[in-house]
């Protein structure tokens, strides 16, 4: 199935190189060369997470420094679980830091997750009319950050996967509006191009600051990107970004 190529000068190429298997699809085989050539697949399974996902987030904190010590985060569409092992850590979810203030990590998805220690997970559709309340239960209150990391089912046409992604993003941010506390970070992967006027008309009517960037994590041939709203005014502070 795989074999690894020298470079011919008594030095080891370490490049997976798949091989075409039968009754395997083309783009099976181009994502499974991916999966073993990529550096942070390999470097998640020796820090422990449970996906490269987790270093998408790692970058954008760096960054945005909004996983604060004591901030309590709702992680929408949670599964498998790495961006939550990576808010865990740096709110001190899980007490290991002593003298820190402990934070709270919530994850929901549709699916069930395994435990992870210092994060609470529970099964729930965040689009139930009752979500909401759902959630500010669980914390105890309103929340400090809102991840979504969600991405619709691809089709295979750019454009159509791109109007999904952008309606999964403003539900997500509609939901953030309901849980956040004033001051609050929301932050969501999006698809590069256009259609999204309309989310950040929203984002900008409710958050004091909306950025994109895409983190060193995000692959080179990827169109994601990643917004990021803070500044939570809270319900009664809402703006006309139009008279921005």
């Not at 004591?70 to 569409?77: I, S, T």
């Not at 003298?99 to 220690?117: F, N, P, S, T, Y």
């Not at 929340?143 to 403003?170: F, N, Y």
């Not at 600051?209 to 990643?226: G, L, N, Q, V, Y």
């Amino acid at each position: 199935m795989t074999e690894r190529r020298s470079s011919g000068r008594g030095q080891r190429d370490l490049r997976v190189r798949v091989k075409p298997a039968k009754g395997r699809k083309l783009s099976s085989t181009r994502w499974l060369d991916r999966q073993l050539n990529d550096p942070f697949v390999a470097q998640a399974k020796r820090d422990g997470y449970r996906g490269r996902a987790a270093y998408k987030l790692i970058g954008i904190d760096d960054k945005h420094r909004f996983l604060v010590p004591g901030a309590r985060v709702v992680d929408l569409g949670a599964a498998p679980g790495g961006w939550a092992q990576v808010a865990v850590d740096r709110v001190n979810a899980d007490g290991r830091r002593s003298g820190k203030r402990r934070g709270r990590v919530l994850g929901i998805d549709l699916q069930e997750m395994a435990a992870l220690e210092g994060a609470g997970f529970h099964v729930l559709d965040f689009l139930e009319p009752d979500a909401d309340t759902a959630v500010k239960g669980w914390l105890d209150g309103r929340a400090d950050v809102v991840l979504s990391d969600m991405a619709a089912s691809a089709s295979g046409h750019k454009q159509t996967d791109h109007l999904r992604i952008v309606a999964v993003v403003e539900a997500a941010a509609t939901f953030a509006i309901d849980v956040l506390e004033p001051g609050g970070t929301f932050v969501a992967k999006v698809l590069a191009g256009g259609a999204e006027a309309e989310l950040l008309r929203l984002l900008k009517s409710h958050f004091a600051k909306t950025t994109h960037m895409k983190p060193p994590a995000s692959r080179s041939d990827s169109s994601e990107k990643f917004l990021v709203a803070t500044g939570f005014r809270g319900t009664a502070g809402v703006t006309d970004p139009s008279s921005d």
